[in-house]
């Protein structure tokens, strides 16, 4: 797997690896093939790799940037700005069919990102939110306004920008055409998008091939317009108009940019279960139909894979959880409370502190008795909804007891003791 760059990232023993940028297929196969040959070698060392998406609650997830473009087979790309009328027009016509991809499908790109340990990265430390957008910079958005009231496809400069150091006695550094937006889910990057809400943990095929499938519906609806005797600049501008709701260059991380994203009628499908649900949708089957992706009972049966999947993380995090506590934290809650026999004062709030734990643990066994088998549907919500809190409610308790229980009857490796044990 050729890389381009490889270089320490912001969590501690976090990485990040660039390969070559090739044709999609290529691409997704050698990515999975890095993920196995780091799983091997690293067991060579002792070590192990940790793909999930947020190992370490705090600290920056992982992800993949699916950096991906769309090419002719002549060479031209349909997102560099180009030096040419021709490359600039292409440039625009091309963004406007990103855009009304983004914004019909919105859902259908959000499922594919969408998985149990996603759901806790998504939205905080520089990952993007979990509602899709199109951040095509905020030069270009101005230029979209343009076009809208009636300008020429040919009005957007596409030059690189100076960026000041901040230092007296340094030059100006060369920076992109338009600002990287860490907030956003699907950015501008000069002759490409990153699609950056992809999991570590995933295939990168499946995002991708719904990229190539929305911008495939974007390219025949504006084929549609031209070839119905509209101007191609009327097409553009008609394509943006009824699809700009799906453009926002501001903050995604702020508070009111779900508020916002509701007005412009965006969905914001916050966990697994609410995006798989959208999966199914007759326009979407429609779509892969279309293509000849999937036939309507592949969609179905890639939904059905979706929630099995969901399912199975989340009930497989449960029973390690309690057979964690079980065999764990209570029997070192106990030794540690044997130790203070005597010395009750010395004890302090240790006893409310571990029964506390025993009775969230019931809490969470009881809930997840209950979990219902009626359709995966349900069953998905149902451990989403009402186990999830109750896994995180536990979770507080047994922190608290950590930070009162003697380090050498604690059953488990801290986080400092996982995070940066190598610097002791």
């Not at 060369?174 to 990057?189: H, L, Q």
């Not at 964690?324 to 009750?344: H, N, Q, R, S, V």
């Amino acid at each position: 797997c050729p890389m381009a760059v490889k270089h320490n990232e912001v969590a501690p023993g976090q990485h990040e690896m660039s390969p070559v940028f090739r044709t999609a297929n290529v691409s997704c196969d050698t990515n999975v093939l890095f993920m196995e040959v780091m799983n091997r070698e690293a067991q060579k060392l002792g070590l192990q790799v940790l793909f999930h998406e947020k190992p370490f609650a705090g600290i920056n997830g992982s992800g993949k940037h699916a950096n991906w473009s769309v090419g002719t087979d002549t060479g031209l790309n349909f997102f560099y700005p180009g030096k040419t009328e021709e490359g600039a027009k292409l440039f625009v016509t091309g963004i406007a069919c990103l855009s009304y991809g983004l914004a019909q499908y919105n859902e259908l790109v959000r499922c594919t990102v969408a998985t149990a340990g996603n759901d806790h990265r998504l939205g905080a430390q520089e990952a993007p939110p979990a509602i899709i957008s199109l951040y095509p910079g905020q030069g270009f958005e101005q230029y979209v306004d343009s076009i809208i009231a009636g300008g020429d496809l040919l009005g957007y400069k596409a030059e690189k920008k100076k960026q000041p150091t901040g230092c007296s006695q340094a030059m100006f550094i060369e920076a992109n055409v338009e600002d990287r937006n860490r907030t956003a889910p699907f950015p501008f990057c000069g002759n490409r998008f990153e699609f950056r809400a992809v999991g570590s943990s995933q295939n990168c095929c499946l995002p991708v091939m719904v990229c190539n499938a929305i911008m495939s519906a974007g390219m025949s609806h504006m084929a549609e317009l031209i070839e119905g005797g509209m101007s191609h600049r009327d097409a553009v501008a008609k394509v943006f108009k009824e699809n700009k709701h799906v453009i926002f260059t501001g903050n995604g991380y702020s508070a009111e940019w779900p508020v916002e994203a509701q007005k412009r009628g965006l969905p914001n499908l916050n966990t697994t279960p609410k995006a798989v649900a959208t999966w199914n949708s007759d326009k979407n089957k429609k779509l892969f139909e279309s293509l000849k992706i999937y036939t309507a009972e592949e969609t179905e049966a890639r939904q059905e894979v979706m929630y099995e999947n969901y399912i199975s993380s989340l009930c497989c995090e449960v029973e390690t959880m309690i057979q964690m506590c079980e065999t764990g934290i209570l029997p070192a809650c106990a030794k540690d409370l044997e130790k203070y026999k005597g010395f009750e004062k010395f004890a302090g709030n240790r006893k409310t502190i571990y029964d506390g734990i025993l009775d969230e643990l019931e809490k969470l066994k009881s809930s997840f008795a209950k979990k219902p088998h009626s359709s995966l549907a349900q069953e998905a919500a149902y451990l989403c909804d009402s186990i999830k809190p109750q896994m995180a409610a536990l979770r507080a308790a047994v922190d608290k007891a950590e930070a009162v229980m003697e380090a050498s009857i604690y059953p488990y490796p801290t986080y400092e003791q996982m995070i940066y044990s190598h610097h002791f």
